[in-house]
């Protein structure tokens, strides 16, 4: 749909913010607008506008409630006279909406929420609620979590594989127990990037990590060539095992933290000017070059440091055999990481989810709703020389290497 020009006047503004929901009226307002212009956008033609590419045409609206932070909205859905309009607004809107709710909800029939919460739920819902009607909506909101978590990955290769862990508390056999949320990433082979499952373990192990590496590949994932994670050892053993054949790329971000946190301070600026040089080489060897000029430099004067770094200089620089326009949003995992601090925004509501249950439809719901807007919006990446680049490479060899 193209970009909607949301439009509400000074007047109308007023008297929004003088009623006694001003946010909820505003919020009303301009999905009201959204609305309009979905049809239009469906129809190829304003209200009375007479065009060439006009599809159909308007049959009145029928009301509809939404649920939302701020308060039930009540929208004015538009009919097409043939019926085949139908918005998106709602699905794409309310999943995560009534996810957040709906842990608000079980913290108030579990009994341990506080009395805050019991406000805005019975707020937000305009009523008082019963187990069984959260029970009725849990249902609900699972089947459409797990139709997405459980998709099919078939027929499509994933060259480029992000993976890392939200850390999150959970009430669990009666005690407040911190739990890992393991969230995969991959960009196809067409270049756009899917948020290929999320999974709850009790901690970030190898086993939680093998048992999500081998549910991916039982759902079809294949044609990993590179994935993109921190050195968390749990989670490294497992990507060894279980994508033999792929290349590793350690995050950058995560390592030149670790490797000036051992530097001492006197020297942590020229380490981190000569991790710049390593980093940024053109080539694995061109890094392993910086290197040995950086270990000249600073031998004796940060030992501990230089350590770290050669044993993980060939995993950190793994990423410097692609073509150099796929480096940047390869070489760490930050992408993934802003990706963990929105649903952190979401998660943050609540705190301590009062189930896993809970947790996973909460963060299944939001990553579902972008992953929807990543698979159907801006390619992230173009791949057309990355297959160039893959049916001429030629590897380093050890003869380059003692060359160089």
Same mark, same amino acid.
């Given at each position: 749909m193209a970009a909607v020009e949301i439009t509400v006047d000074e007047e109308q503004l007023q008297g929004l913010f003088q009623?006694?929901?001003?946010?909820?009226?505003l919020l009303e307002e301009i999905c009201n607008q959204v609305l309009e212009a979905e049809i239009s956008d469906h129809l190829g033609a304003d209200r009375h506008e007479r065009t060439d590419n006009r599809s159909g045409w308007r049959n009145g609206h029928y009301e509809r409630c939404l649920t939302t932070r701020v308060g039930t909205l009540e929208l004015r859905v538009p009919r097409s006279r043939d019926g085949s309009f139908s918005t998106e607004l709602f699905e794409r809107y309310q999943r995560s909406e009534k996810a957040l709710v709906l842990a608000l909800m079980e913290m108030v029939v579990n009994g341990v929420s506080t009395r805050k919460v019991k406000n805005i739920t019975t707020e937000l819902c305009g009523r008082e609620f019963s187990k069984s009607t959260v029970s009725e909506l849990a249902k609900g909101l699972a089947e459409q979590v797990t139709a997405w978590n459980e998709r099919s990955l078939e027929g499509t290769a994933y060259p480029f594989v992000l993976v890392d862990a939200m850390h999150i508390k959970v009430r669990r056999q009666g005690a407040v127990r911190s739990t890992s949320a393991l969230i995969a990433v991959g960009v196809n082979e067409a270049g756009y990037r899917e948020i290929l499952g999320v999974r709850i373990a009790n901690s970030e192990s190898e086993q939680g990590w093998l048992e999500t590496f081998r549910w991916l590949k039982a759902r079809g994932l294949e044609g990993v060539e590179l994935v993109v994670s921190d050195a968390h050892e749990g989670l490294t053993d497992a990507l060894h095992r279980c994508f033999q054949g792929a290349s590793w790329q350690r995050c950058q971000t995560h390592f030149r933290r670790n490797i000036l946190d051992k530097t001492p301070g006197e020297w942590k600026e020229a380490m981190s000017r000569g991790l710049d040089r390593v980093l940024e080489a053109e080539s694995p060897t061109e890094a392993r070059g910086e290197f040995r000029e950086l270990a000249?430099? &600073?031998?004796?004067?940060?030992?501990?440091?230089?350590?770290?770094?050669?044993?993980?200089?060939?995993?950190?620089?793994a990423v410097l055999r692609l073509p150099r326009k796929y480096r940047r949003r390869l070489r760490t995992t930050n992408a993934l990481e802003r990706l963990i601090e929105e649903v952190r925004r979401r998660e943050k509501v609540i705190r301590i989810f009062p189930s896993e249950e809970s947790a996973w439809r909460l963060l299944g719901a939001? &990553?579902?709703e972008r992953h929807e807007e990543w698979s159907t919006g801006r390619r992230y990446l173009k791949m057309d020389e990355y297959f160039d680049w893959k049916e001429n490479y030629e590897p380093d060899t050890p003869a380059a290497q003692a060359a160089a």
């Open positions: 009623s006694d929901r001003p946010l909820a009226r000249e430099e &600073l031998e004796g004067k940060a030992d501990r440091a230089l350590d770290t770094l050669e044993e993980g200089l060939e995993d950190a620089t939001f &990553l579902a």
